[in-house]
């Protein structure tokens, strides 16, 4: 199947030299119905200061995991702002 698609997206129709399939069994989460409601629970039961990123909330792709990282980053520097301007009075 990549042999084939190499061949029609990038017209490269050459043989490998060696070729291997590699299997990750279980290597992505899996989400069941209902997994949104969960995560939105789990969110909502985290200490303040406190936020979770990754595969396993809300999306597996890599641009659902960079997403989700850069919300948590903005969310704790909004965070830090915010204790650091209630503990220097300065609003
Ligand atoms: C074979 C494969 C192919 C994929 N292909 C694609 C693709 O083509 N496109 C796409 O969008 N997505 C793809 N994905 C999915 C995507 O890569 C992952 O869902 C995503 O990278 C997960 O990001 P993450 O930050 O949640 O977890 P990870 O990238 O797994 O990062 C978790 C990090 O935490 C570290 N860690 C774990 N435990 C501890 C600990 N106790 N203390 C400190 N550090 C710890 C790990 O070392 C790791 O660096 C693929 C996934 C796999 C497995």
């Known amino acids: 199947m990549i ?8 017209g490269i ?6 070729s291997a399939v590699f299997t990750w069994p ?8 209902g997994h949104q409601a969960l995560v939105d629970g789990i969110e909502a039961l985290l200490p303040a200061g406190l936020w ?8 597996i792709g890599v641009p659902d995991c960079i997403r989700q990282g850069r919300q948590a980053a903005d969310q704790v ?10 503990f220097t009075g300065v609003v």
């Open 3 to 10: 042999l084939a698609e190499l061949e029609d997206i990038l």
């Open 13 to 18: 129709g050459a043989q490998p030299y060696a």
């Open 26 to 33: 279980e290597s992505f989460p899996q989400a069941f119905v």
């Open 52 to 59: 979770v990123a990754g595969s396993s909330y809300r999306g």
């Open 77 to 86: 520097i909004e965070h830090l702002f915010e204790s650091s301007a209630s």
